[in-house]
Structures are given as C-alpha cells and as structure tokens.
C-alpha cells in the first residue's frame, strides 16, 4: 500500500523560506507523479508542483519562479523547496501520487493517494 508522510512546515516570515519532504513507500509500477497540493480552510485542494517519474516538473502559476519540487530515487523522496513566502502561501500542504499522466496534472482527480498533510504558515 502506498504510504505518503509529510515532515517540514511550520511557521516562517514572509519573504522567508522554507522546505518540505515526503517519504513514499509501496508506490508500486503504476506510480508515475508525484506532487504537493495545498488547501486552506474554505478553499479547494490545488496543486503546487508535481513531477513525474523522469523528472519533469509541473508548477502552478503562483508558484513558478518561487518554488523547487524533486524527487530522489533512491530514497523515495519528495521534496518542496519554497522560498520567496508570502501570506497567501499558508495552507496545509499534502503529498500526493497518482497514475500516469504527461505531464502529470495539478487536478487532485488524477491522485489517489495522499499523506496527512502539514501545515506552512507564513506571518505578514
């Protein structure tokens, strides 16, 4: 079974930086992208990054430029570097894998397994 679990977070000043991993386990063939999504409270889990399985990364506008997803293969890990931070960046941020996409989508549709989630806060 595939299991995802978040470490990092935590709070951080605006314009600040900071980094989150997840270690995946059991992802299997099937797994192609991996990614970070993030949801506050009353809105809808978006995507931030996601990469594929040969390194492709995938940003959301409001993160390019910012933020530095990538994978290590031999750890099977995901990692989020984030700098330039504002307050709109504060939300729970989750790991996620999915199928096979090209490129790998930012939709949550396409993932369907997910870690618990972790929460970035940046202070104004």
């Known amino acids: 079974e595939v299991e995802l679990v978040e470490s990092g977070g935590g709070s951080v000043e605006s314009g600040g930086s900071s980094r989150l991993s997840c270690d995946a386990s059991?992802?299997?063939?099937?797994?192609?992208?991996l990614g970070w999504f993030r949801q506050d409270p009353d809105q809808e889990r978006v995507g931030v990054a996601v990469?594929?399985?040969?390194?492709?990364?995938i940003y959301a506008d409001s993160a390019k430029g910012r933020f530095t997803i990538s994978r290590d293969y031999v750890k099977n890990t995901i990692v989020l570097e984030m700098t330039g931070l504002k307050p709109e960046d504060t939300a729970k941020y989750y790991c996620?894998?999915?199928?096979?996409?090209?490129?790998?989508?930012?939709?949550?549709?396409?993932?369907?397994?997910w870690g618990q989630g972790t929460q970035v806060t940046v202070s104004s």
């Open positions: 059991g992802l299997g063939y099937l797994t192609y992208c």
């Open positions: 996620a894998a999915g199928r096979f996409q090209r490129p790998c989508g930012l939709e949550q549709n396409g993932y369907a397994s």
């Open positions: 990469i594929g399985r040969q390194g492709t990364p």
